[in-house]
Structure formats: structure tokens, C-alpha cells
């Protein structure tokens, strides 16, 4: 039972839809005055994309329900002693780490980036000490899980 959260960027009441059909969802989708002619599920899963969270398009209710949760979970901001001790319990350079986030287009400019974070430099035009953008962390997140090693434990 395909399922469908809408929340408009128009000040309009959320949407929560059911049907038993994909065909049926998308006709339910396209009924709102919110939406534009989504001529197929794939259009429609796209445009849900480009919602307010959490919207979306979802196979199951428990699917739909874990988006939620996870939208209700911003990614943490972590500091760099965090950053810097996950590094090394990895035995990775500051380039090699750089690299498993996707972070930075050089060796050089991934060390770099990662060592700014890690001694938390502060950006000049933000006045803020770097840190890691969310993609980023969640990257990392995976990654220490797989790895074994808590990011949030005390020093």
C-alpha cells in the first residue's frame, strides 16, 4: 500500500494519502490543488522530493514512519576531537578520511579541509569554527558503524 506525505511549500494543510494502488496515489496526488500535473509515479516521486520534509513517497506505512523519525532527527554537529579520534581508531590519513566522506577534489584540499575541522578553525565569513556538512556526517556516521566505534562517546 503505497503511501504519500505532502507538505506544500503553499500554506496549505499537510496531505497524508493511502491507496492500495500506485496508480491510485498518483490519481489522489494530482487531485490536490497544490500539486502540477505529475503525469507518472516517477514524476510524482520527484516533485515529493522537492517538498518540505518529510514529505514523500513511500511503499510501506513502517517506511513512511521511519522517514519521519529520521526528519524529527537532525544530523548532529561534531566536534572536531570527535572527528579526529574516529580518524585515527580508522588508521586513516586526513586525505584518505576526506576521501570516504567526499570531501574535497585533491589529496592536499582533503587534508586540509580535514584538519581545519579537526582543530575546529574558524571561517572567516561565517565567524564559526568549520565542522562537517550533514552528507558528511552521515557518511561518517556509516562508517564508524561499520568500523565499530561510537562517535559520541566521552572522551
Request: glycine content about 6%.
Amino acid at each position: 500500500m503505497p503511501i504519500a506525505i505532502i507538505i506544500s511549500h503553499e500554506d496549505i494543510a499537510p496531505a497524508i494519502l493511502q491507496e492500495d494502488k500506485a496508480a491510485d496515489l498518483l490519481k489522489a496526488i494530482n487531485a490536490l490543488t497544490v500539486t502540477p500535473d505529475l503525469g507518472n509515479e516517477d514524476s510524482a516521486r520527484l516533485w515529493l522530493q522537492e517538498q518540505p520534509a518529510p514529505s514523500g513517497w513511500f511503499n510501506t506505512l513502517e517506511e513512511a514512519q521511519a522517514h519521519v523519525r529520521r526528519c524529527h532527527n537532525p544530523v548532529p554537529i561534531l566536534p572536531g576531537k570527535v572527528i579526529q579520534r574516529t580518524r585515527e581508531a580508522m588508521g586513516m590519513t586526513r586525505a584518505e578520511f576526506a576521501r570516504a566522506l567526499g570531501i574535497g577534489k585533491t589529496d592536499k584540499n582533503r587534508h586540509t579541509e580535514i584538519f581545519n575541522i579537526e582543530i575546529e578553525k574558524i571561517n572567516k565569513s561565517s565567524g564559526r569554527p568549520r565542522v562537517l556538512n550533514p552528507k558528511a556526517t552521515e557518511r561518517l556516521m556509516a562508517l564508524a558503524a561499520e568500523h565499530g566505534l561510537n562517535l559520541l562517546k566521552d572522551d
